[in-house]
């Protein structure tokens, strides 16, 4: 058998990974404990500190700073208390000033971006797993924040969920106080040990604390620092937990272009949300519609491979990583958005949750209907995913995709598409993950099943990484077979090898300016099957961090890239470059981020060197923002690309510019309005979004589109949305 060293690499890996998980079993932050006492008095949520819940309760103070040093205590002093009763938790966090002058907001938005906002936030993670839980928290103007978190640290801010919070701004603090039903989060029933942190920051001081100390290179929300909620007795037992989200809608749509009468519509659909148990979810959807989701922010597209564009709907989200997450950022086997991606889905079903500490299982069937002129077939989409916690943090996990054409006889009329009748994935993989996490990582195995494509159907990868408070080195390979097919996934290439190492390090120096500064190394290597190299690109960059947050990255690069068939630079259906072309190039660059402490905030990236076929390309990009807080937010983002390509077409420009206000009337009305110029999609597109949340979790929308041709404002189409929802507990 003739020796692989690739083969070989993911068995070293396997072994490392191995190794390393069980050396640190150990929570880190388990003596910090708060008990949490049952309250029988009524707490009304106002933002004020005088119920005897409050009195009664413990509280934790003495934060850790986590930036700009994790060396010492928090010098912006803040205080929290919890309780809870038959039906809701409670918490109140009191968040003291240090420094005269307003608070730093964007807006009254919920989920907003939380380095450009004083803000507190709670991290719960209810099974003590410390992979999976919830966040919840706001702004110091009141704007609420909710997500699930995922992978140890991630949340995600797409998730909704029903629960109450006020804020009350005082001379010397502001104070947060929140009601979050038990029925809106999942918990195993019996457990009196959740792992919890809370994460205050405050722009003022530029200053990061935490109450159980987290490390300053991992964020706050990082599941592995979390302390101990202790409960005097065991949660309360939710026996009734159903809820029906319906929806109305009515819309009229017109087409210009096609000279096309106008066209309405009026439509009924239904959400359900139903717990099998207080850990385990069912989710049902009738006739769904996403028409209010926020439209994806475009980009000048210059890449030979698909772009990913995350998901937003709410269906697919709660418990979603353990879907969507499987693999890396560009071979995920499974990705919701190939579904209703231009057909009606008629109905679907998911059952996700944790079965116990160690049992995750996701369960997920959509039913998507035909499309006549384009002789496209219903589908039926099943997913099927398991994953079993392992040694402190890490797990392993299963998935089994399956994509099959109902009913479907492809036709002998040539001139009509043809699709496949199936296509499958089956996927195993070992998330690394130690209890300090210093140590992450991960190997995966996939393999697909279609009638037309056979063997060279698999894909194998691996990556470590160590993390410590200096340092950063990491490893990928991967390896995806020219006949692997993920028609429900996001894998943009095939038939290729990739190496991928990475090494930073960052200085603190002791002067009062910058915070931290250092460099970084990283090269993506790919090669073909027979491992000849057809890309390659090494960066190193610089970046330098000031103790006010503002970053800047300076960066030098080298790109190889040997096409592995015709491809067009700029993406405009001009000049096409040859199959086995070989093109090299050096770019050098930057990125800057201003400090996020004023009303006035500015962004700026430049790009310029050498572009394929001995061309050159400039890029400049930035973005500008000014806030009347908290009401109104305007941004304007442009970018632009001047491409010159010898012996073709020429000189190429392109202009993508964005200019979007938003406007909070109060935390529970919201308007925005954004205008996107695409030059090389030759369109302006104007969109406006009115929403009024005239209850928690429940609706009013209002949307606008138009698009036009940009050279005569000529309208293409134009629609108006109306929908409403009601979030309905039964």
């Not at 369109?683 to 609706?699: E, G, H, I, K, T």
Request: with cysteine; net charge positive; hydrophobic share 40%.
């Amino acid at each position: 058998m003739k020796f692989n060293p690739f083969w070989f690499g993911q068995g070293t890996f396997l072994l490392a990974l191995l190794f390393i998980t069980p050396l640190i079993a150990q929570k880190k932050n388990e003596i910090y404990q708060y008990h949490i006492r049952k309250t029988s008095a009524p707490i009304k949520i106002d933002g004020a500190e005088e119920e005897d819940a409050w009195r009664e309760s413990d509280v934790a103070r003495d934060f850790y700073m986590v930036l700009p040093m994790d060396t010492s205590r928090a010098r912006v002093k803040t205080e929290v208390r919890m309780s809870y009763d038959d039906h809701h938790l409670y918490l109140i966090a009191t968040c003291f000033h240090l420094l005269p002058g307003p608070y730093m907001v964007e807006s009254l938005r919920r989920d907003f971006t939380f380095g450009k906002n004083d803000n507190f936030l709670l991290f719960m993670d209810p099974f003590d797993d410390q992979t999976n839980g919830f966040s919840f928290g706001a702004n110091a103007a009141g704007a609420q924040w909710d997500g699930i978190m995922y992978e140890g640290g991630k949340v995600d801010l797409s998730w909704d969920n029903k629960w109450q919070s006020q804020v009350a701004t005082y001379e010397d603090r502001w104070v947060f106080e929140a009601a979050i039903p038990f029925k809106s989060i999942r918990y195993k029933k019996g457990i009196t040990q959740w792992g919890i942190n809370f994460s205050r920051l405050d722009l003022k001081t530029t200053e990061k604390s935490a109450w159980a100390p987290v490390p300053r290179q991992f964020p706050t929300a990082s599941l592995a620092y979390t302390g101990i909620l202790i409960w005097d007795q065991p949660p309360p037992e939710i026996n009734s937990n159903v809820s029906i989200i319906p929806f109305a809608l009515a819309s009229g749509l017109k087409d210009y272009e096609n000279n096309k009468a106008t066209s309405y519509n009026k439509d009924v659909g239904a959400d359900a949300k139903v717990a099998l148990t207080s850990s385990v979810n069912l989710d049902l959807t009738v006739n769904p519609d996403f028409s209010q989701v926020d439209v994806d922010r475009q980009v000048t597209n210059l890449d030979r491979f698909e772009l990913f564009f995350p998901e937003k709907r709410q269906f697919f989200l709660e418990n979603g990583d353990l879907f969507a997450n499987f693999g890396y950022a560009t071979i995920r086997p499974f990705f919701s958005r190939r579904i209703g991606l231009g057909v009606p889905i008629q109905m679907g079903a998911r059952v996700s949750g944790k079965i116990n500490r160690n049992w995750r299982i996701g369960l997920m069937d959509m039913q998507t209907g035909k499309v006549e002129k384009e002789a496209l077939p219903s589908h039926n989409f099943g997913v099927i995913a398991v994953q079993r916690r392992i040694f402190a943090r890490s797990n392993i996990g299963f998935i089994f995709i399956n994509k099959a054409a109902v009913n479907y006889d492809p036709p002998a009329d040539s001139t009509t598409p043809i699709y496949t009748k199936y296509n499958r994935n089956a996927g195993l993989e070992y998330n690394l993950a130690s209890s300090n996490n210093s140590w992450t990582g991960k190997i995966l195995f996939l393999k697909s099943f279609s009638p037309d494509k056979k063997g060279k159907d698999f894909v194998h990868a691996a990556n470590l990484q160590y993390t410590n408070r200096a340092w950063m080195i990491s490893w990928q390979q991967e390896y995806v077979g020219k006949n692997y097919n993920a028609e429900v996934g996001y894998v943009p290439r095939q038939g290729y090898v990739r190496l991928n190492p990475l090494m930073s390090y960052l200085f603190f120096p002791k002067g009062t300016h910058v915070l931290s500064h250092g460099p970084q190394a990283t090269s993506s290597l790919f090669f073909n099957n027979s491992f000849r190299a057809t890309d390659n690109e090494t960066t190193f960059s610089y970046l330098i961090t000031l103790r006010t947050q503002a970053r800047l990255n300076l960066w030098t690069a080298h790109n190889y890239v040997k096409l592995l068939k015709g491809f067009d630079p700029t993406n405009s259906g001009r000049d096409t470059l040859a199959t086995g072309t070989q093109h090299y190039w050096n770019s050098y660059g930057f990125d800057f981020t201003s400090k996020p402490q004023r009303f006035f905030t500015y962004a700026a990236s430049l790009r310029n060197g050498g572009y394929y076929n001995h061309g050159s390309r400039l890029s400049v990009s930035g973005e500008l923002g000014y806030r009347f807080q908290p009401y109104v937010g305007i941004t304007l983002t442009s970018a632009y690309n001047d491409i010159r390509i010898p012996q073709s077409s020429g000189q190429t420009t392109f202009w993508l510019i964005g200019p979007r206000i938003d406007v909070t009337l109060t935390n529970t009305l919201f308007i925005t309005g954004f205008a996107q110029y695409n030059d090389q999609r030759n369109n302006v597109n104007l969109n406006a979004r009115f929403q009024w949340r005239y209850r928690p979790a429940s609706d009013l929308f209002i949307v606008y589109t138009d698009n036009y041709l940009p050279e005569t404002f000529f309208v293409k189409n134009r629609a108006l949305v109306l929908k409403f929802t009601y979030w309905w507990n039964i």
